[in-house]
């Protein structure tokens, strides 16, 4: 069990420029998750996956955001059209199933927006 | 009224001193309840995990759910300089949405030596 992976730990992007964050889940866990941390906030939740299946996209995802999960095992997050308050941690969790587990979260990627 | 309240702290004691750390909540249908550990610039770590009412205890960890009051507490027992971090409490209703967590604040903890 290597824990939750997340690439890069750290990325500034001017306005307007698109980014994309990948996130590798421990191993055999078939369930993924997306939330954002802002400063001084718990993280909220952004969206889940069910093996390649995105099960569920909350409203704070916006039509900027959009999430893969193309072959069941990484994902990754891409923002296009960046903007100031797009600026947090993004976090990735996987969990081995659903009722089972509670979520194990990556160290994050940490989006600056200037 | 947000769903889940955590006093933001921050919180500082001495090195051995009893930590209580606590969250409400308003919805009645969570049913699973988490501690997670935040250190600066790193994701969260789970400390504790239980489901519905009672107590879980873990080392010199503690955790306790009033559902009836809807009230939950973290105890850390002999607190070293190396619990210094951000604890957050999360918690999530049974059932196919389980892994909604919602979180509280997080409440900032300084243990002095």
Same mark, same amino acid.
């Given at each position: ?23 590798? +889940? ?5 369930? *993924?998750?997306?939330? /954002?941390?802002?400063? $001084?906030?718990?993280?909220?939740? &952004? ?22 999960? +193309? ?5 990754? *997050?891409?923002?296009? /059209?960046?903007?100031? $308050?797009?600026?947090?941690?993004? &976090? ?23 | ?113």
């Amino acid at each position: 069990d290597t824990g939750v992976s997340q690439n890069p730990r750290h990325k500034i992007t001017k306005r307007g420029q698109n980014v994309t964050f990948r996130c590798d +889940p421990i191993s055999e866990h078939n369930r *993924l998750y997306w939330y /954002r941390q802002t400063l $001084g906030q718990g993280p909220e939740f &952004l969206t889940y996956f069910q093996n390649e299946a995105q099960l569920e996209k909350s409203r704070l995802l916006s039509d900027r955001f959009s999430a893969e999960r +193309p072959k069941g095992s990484f994902s990754t *997050l891409e923002i296009q /059209r960046t903007e100031q $308050g797009d600026s947090a941690m993004y &976090l990735c969790a996987s969990s081995p199933r659903q009722g089972e587990a509670p979520l194990h979260f990556g160290n994050g990627t940490r989006l600056t927006v200037t | 009224q947000k769903e889940v309240e955590q006093d933001p702290g921050p919180l500082s004691v001495p090195e051995g001193a009893i930590v209580s750390l606590n969250c409400t909540y308003s919805n009645s249908a969570f049913q699973y309840f988490m501690w997670y550990r935040q250190y600066s610039r790193k994701g969260p770590e789970l400390l504790m995990y239980t489901y519905s009412s009672g107590n879980k205890e873990d080392g010199r960890f503690t955790a306790q759910v009033d559902k009836s009051s809807k009230y939950i507490s973290l105890f850390i027992r002999d607190s070293q300089p190396s619990d210094s971090a951000t604890y957050l409490c999360a918690m999530s209703a049974s059932g196919g949405s389980n892994y909604k967590l919602t979180f509280g604040k997080g409440t900032l903890l300084t243990v002095n030596p």
